[in-house]
Structure formats: C-alpha cells, structure tokens
T-cell receptor, first 115, second 112 residues
Framework: DADVTQTPRNRITKTGKRIMLECSQT?????MYWYRQDPGLGLRLIYY???????NKGEISDGYSVSRQAQAKFSLSLESAIPNQTALYFC??????????????FGPGTRLTVL | KQEVTQIPAALSVPEGENLVLNCSFT??????LQWFRQDPGKGLTSLLL?????REQTSGRLNASLDKSSGRSTLYIAASQPGDSATYLC???????????FGTGTRLQVFP
C-alpha cells in the first residue's frame, strides 16, 4: 500500500462550492505539507504542519484552510472554490528531525477542476 | 527570495542518448538540492539528494552535480530509455526554512 494517500484523486466542482481534499500517511512522519502545481509555475507551498498543534501558512494560503486531525491526517479545504484554484494538488510528508539527508514523500495528487 | 529555474522546459531524444538537465538557483545558502521525477498519476519520487557539502550524487544511470557557488546543478542521464520519460523537477531547501522551492521542471520524452 502507498505510504501517502490522497482522496479524491479527481474532482470537478462548481464555483462557490466547499471542497475538502484529504491526505493520510503511514510513514509515521510528524511533518505534512500541501502544494499546488500549475502549468509553468512548478509546485508552490500552500500550508504546512510540523505537528498536530503547529500549522503554518505557505506561499499561497489565501482562499485555503487546513486541519490536522491527527499525526497521520492533514486536510485541505477550499471554503468557496473559484476557477483559478483549478490545479493539481499534492500532499507530502517528512521526518521530524531536520537532517540534510531528509527528503519529502509525496502522494499521487488530486486533480481539481473548478468550473 | 529563492528562485529555481530549469532549462530546457522540454526535451525529446532517441533511446540510448546521454542527456543533461539543468537547474539554477539564486540563493546559494542551501541545505540541500533534490531531483524528483514526476509521472502522471503517481506523484513525485525523489531521485537524488545532494547535501550542501557535497559535489555530486550517483544512482544507477543518474548522476547529479552541485556547484553551490555558481547556483547550478545538473542531472546527467546515461543511455536514456523510454522508461525515463517523465517530468524532472529540481528543488532546493534553504538553511533557514524547511520549505522546498521547486523549479518548473523539464518534460523528457525518450522515443524508441
């Protein structure tokens, strides 16, 4: 089974709807991240969490909110979706101890389309 | 603000060719530099991670080099195969943050 899972994998919704994207991990990592990927812009960080009680805004947090329900679960919400939030969304995790050899482990992504 | 650029944006080569992907970054105060591979529907997979104190890392047919002073890294793929077709992303992690800053990627197609 995959270490980092995302649900749903694809979602089409309408402007103004509330959407929640979910991420679960079995790696036992404390740190979790949400990114979005747009053509020509690479991945950009939306929110990140170092543990259940520590949540931080990333580069592009406006229009998004997150919830860290448990060490293994990190959800991203769009309270009122708009078309320019159409993108590929990735969840990632990393270990607690910050070492120069640490990498992030990514989920398969959620493709969101807002009409 | 750290910025990461990848050239070329797309590359199409015949099977068997050796190729080089380029990555440049603006702030040399990095913790590490990573190369990821992105396949459609499968997320990102870490290929190589070079610590700031290292000059290169190798894994199989892949070799990544790092020149921190000039803000450059290259990913060398030897004897390319159709299975290497994917998007390759470069990302840097700065000393003062745990965030990864990604480049826009190079989309590679290797045809038989």
């Amino acid at each position: 089974d995959a270490d980092v899972t995302q649900t749903p994998r694809n979602r089409i919704t309408k402007t103004g709807k509330r959407i929640m994207l979910e991420c679960s991990q079995t790696k036992g990592h404390d740190r979790m991240y949400w990114y979005r990927q747009d053509p020509g812009l690479g991945l950009r960080l939306i929110y990140y969490s170092f543990d259940v009680k520590d949540i931080n805004k990333g580069e592009i947090s406006d229009g998004y909110s997150v919830s860290r329900q448990a060490q293994a679960k990190f959800s991203l919400s769009l309270e009122s979706a708009i078309p320019n939030q159409t993108a590929l969304y990735f969840c990632a995790t990393s270990a607690q101890d910050r070492r120069p050899t640490d990498t992030q482990y990514f989920g398969p992504g959620t493709r969101l389309t807002v009409l | 603000k750290q910025e990461v650029t990848q050239i070329p944006a797309a590359l199409s080569v015949p099977e068997g060719e050796n190729l080089v992907l380029n990555c440049s970054f603006t702030d040399s105060a990095i913790y590490n530099l990573q190369w990821f591979r992105q396949d459609p529907g499968k997320g990102l997979t870490s290929l190589l991670l070079i610590q700031s104190s290292q000059r290169e890392q190798t894994s199989g047919r892949l070799n990544a080099s790092l020149d921190k002073s000039s803000g450059r890294s290259t990913l060398y793929i030897a004897a390319s195969q159709p299975g290497d077709s994917a998007t390759y992303l470069c990302a840097v992690q700065s000393y003062n943050t745990d965030k990864l800053i990604f480049g826009t990627g190079t989309r590679l197609q290797v045809f038989p």
